[in-house]
Nanobody, 127 residues
Framework: QSQLVESGGGLVQPGGSLRLSCAAS??????????IAWFRQAPGKARESISC????????NYADSVRGRFIMSRDNSKNTVILQMNSLKPEDTAVYYC??????????????????WGQGTQVIVSS
C-alpha cells in the first residue's frame, strides 16, 4: 500500500525554523519519478500549494508566499522529502500536507494532479 507520512510539525516562535519530513512507503520516489508537493491549510481557509519538486530532475517551484524562506529537497536514499521552513511568520500557521503523483515532467502546483496524500502535520507560529 502506497502512503506518505509527514512529521516535524510543532510550535515555533516568529522568525524561527522548522523542518518537515515526508516519508514515502510503497513506492520509490527517485526510481519511479514521483513529483512531490507540499500544501497547507489554515483554519477557515482553502488548502494552498506552497512548493513542489519534480520527479526526474529535482527542480523545485515555490509559491510567492514562501519563496526565499522555504527550501524543499529530496533524499532518495531515505525515500523522503524535506521542507526546511525559515523565518516563519504567524501566517504560516496551518496543517501541512505532502502529496505525490507519478511523473517525470516538471512538477505542477495544482492539487488535482496529486494521487497520494499524507495525513498532515500541524505547524503553529506564535509567540
Amino acid at each position: 500500500q502506497s502512503q506518505l507520512v509527514e512529521s516535524g510539525g510543532g510550535l515555533v516562535q516568529p522568525g524561527g525554523s522548522l523542518r518537515l519530513s515526508c516519508a514515502a512507503s510503497g513506492f520509490t520516489l527517485g526510481l519511479d519519478s514521483y513529483a512531490i508537493a507540499w500544501f497547507r491549510q489554515a483554519p477557515g481557509k482553502a488548502r494552498e500549494s506552497i512548493s513542489c519538486i519534480s520527479g526526474r530532475d529535482g527542480r523545485t517551484n515555490y509559491a510567492d508566499s514562501v519563496r526565499g524562506r522555504f527550501i524543499m529537497s529530496r533524499d532518495n536514499s531515505k525515500n523522503t522529502v524535506i521542507l526546511q521552513m525559515n523565518s516563519l511568520k504567524p501566517e504560516d500557521t496551518a496543517v501541512y500536507y505532502c502529496a505525490a503523483y507519478r511523473s517525470g515532467a516538471p512538477c505542477v502546483m495544482s492539487q488535482a494532479w496529486y494521487d497520494y496524500w499524507g495525513q498532515g502535520t500541524q505547524v503553529i507560529v506564535s509567540s
